[in-house]
């Protein structure tokens, strides 16, 4: 069994910065697709950004691409959203799900772990 814990949500200004982490359990996160998605209140979960095992295939949502980075420490069992610029409407629980389907990175009910999600919160 595998266990997500993600921290770095918080509550921030518009045009701000935080970075998201997820440190996974189990010997055997290097093969994993990882992604982050989210969900705002009253709305359905939306995929963010997605990586493959080695970290060498990434995949963003349209609405964050060029202010999100994931990246991921395989040495750490950890992976990390940075978020840049950041906008009202990113506000949102956060959530990392670990083991997807690089093939189907936007397809939520494809991954088999998941983290309990972290706020995060941009004011304007």
């Known amino acids: 069994q595998v266990q997500l814990v993600e921290s770095g949500g918080g509550l921030v200004q518009a045009g701000d910065s935080l970075r998201l982490s997820c440190a996974a359990s189990?010997?055997?996160?290097?093969?994993?697709?990882m992604g982050w998605f989210r969900q705002a209140p009253g709305k359905d979960r939306e995929f963010v950004a997605a990586?493959?095992?080695?970290?060498?295939?990434?995949y963003y949502a349209d609405s964050v691409k060029g202010r999100f980075t994931i990246s991921r420490d395989n040495a750490k069992n950890t992976v990390y959203l940075q978020m840049n610029s950041l906008k009202p409407e990113d506000t949102a629980v956060y959530y990392c799900?670990?083991?997807?389907?690089?093939?189907?990175?936007?397809?939520?009910?494809?991954?088999?772990?998941w983290g309990q999600g972290t706020q995060v919160t941009v004011s304007s």
């Open positions: 799900a670990g083991d997807g389907n690089i093939f189907y990175y936007s397809d939520y009910s494809l991954y088999n772990y």
């Open positions: 189990g010997s055997t996160f290097r093969t994993h697709t």
């Open positions: 990586i493959s095992g080695s970290g060498i295939v990434t």
